[in-house]
């Protein structure tokens, strides 16, 4: 049996896209969608990636220093983390910003539990993100045991601080 | 002609690099003019000195971030642009944030890392899909229901599906 249309919650205005303004014309906006699947465009933005990986790299560096500097602050420390993790794999780091990301994971929800992050976990994952990112190569397979038991070991504290 | 000649653009973010990035790839779809902020405060001081078609924010930034920024465009009386499309774009991906984000008015949020595909993705569904805004209490921006099927046949699960029901 086909279910009745619900009426209109009360108090809920619906404003068409029609009756607002819109972003382009109808015409540009067919323009626009051939432009944003064009092999040109994707050549184009590949370069413009490229060309942003050398600073980005540097960037990272410097993070990675400032997270070292950091020391037992671990609030700077999560701030940096979530710097490097936002643009680590964009600059083809990729094991570096696996680290940060499982870092950012676990303090994020030590903090919504309420609880202070392990100082050691979060040490350990420092150490981890600078060797990975100070790697003249991205050693993927090393990478990934690493960050597959980082990410085992804060599941795991995780766990543990939830039961207790 | 790509369509994007005569579009404003402004991103709001507090990595340089990122802005950077995000220029370039917006350039190379033929967006050019482009303003910059480093925070929310500065995105909406851009946004009331310049018209802007489409904004691209981060969502960790001080001293405003970009839930608060985005809250602040959809709902603030002297907004110059309540509709205007925000992409969200952050690193912060726990399923709390999606939702936090979503129910400040954001239309779309990307995930980074970024990649020029999935930015793209992002404003085709803009273009190719403007969403309804909705209005109610607690609430301006786009609609959040992405799909809603008039031929759905399943079982009525939502508590306010019963209390709409018309009584016999």
């Known amino acids: ?164 | 002609m790509s369509g994007f000649e005569n579009l404003k653009a402004l991103i709001v973010e507090d990595n340089a690099h990122m802005r950077s990035l995000l220029r370039a790839l917006l350039n190379s779809v033929g967006v050019k003019d482009i303003a910059e902020a480093s925070h929310g405060q500065a995105g909406l001081e851009a946004l009331r000195e310049r018209k802007s078609d489409l904004v691209l924010t981060d969502l960790v930034m001080k001293p405003m971030d970009g839930l608060e920024f985005t809250r602040h465009v959809r709902t603030h009386e002297k907004s110059p642009n309540p509709f205007v499309p925000i992409i969200m774009i952050s690193g912060h991906t726990e399923k709390y944030r999606v939702e936090a984000a979503r129910d400040a008015g954001v239309t779309e949020f990307l995930a980074k890392p970024i990649t020029a595909h999935n930015l793209f993705a992002r404003i085709a569904e803009i273009v190719e899909r403007p969403r309804a805004f909705v209005r109610c209490d607690g609430y301006f921006g786009p609609d959040r229901r992405r799909h809603q099927n008039d031929d759905y046949s399943g079982p009525w699960r939502r508590q306010d599906d019963f209390q709409e029901v018309e009584p016999r």
């Open chain 1, 1 to 164: 049996m086909v279910k009745p249309r619900k009426p209109a919650r009360k108090g809920v205005e619906m404003i068409a896209p029609d009756a607002y303004p819109q972003m382009m014309s109808r015409p540009q906006a067919a323009r626009a969608l051939l432009a944003l699947r064009s092999h040109e465009t994707a050549a184009r933005a590949h370069l413009a990636m490229e060309a942003a990986i050398p600073p980005m790299r540097a960037a990272i560096l410097q993070y990675v220093e400032d997270m070292e500097r950091a020391g037992g602050d671990m609030k700077k420390q999560f701030e940096i983390a979530h710097e490097i993790r936002g643009f680590a794999e964009t600059a083809g780091l990729l094991t570096t910003g696996r680290i940060a990301d499982t870092l950012c994971r676990y303090m994020d929800d030590m903090e919504r539990m309420g609880k202070s992050s392990d100082a050691a976990i979060v040490a350990l994952h420092a150490s981890a993100i600078a060797r990975a990112a100070r790697a003249e190569e991205d050693d993927v397979r090393t990478g990934e045991v690493v960050a597959a038991e980082l990410a085992a070991l804060v599941a795991r504290r995780l766990s543990g601080a939830e039961t207790a």
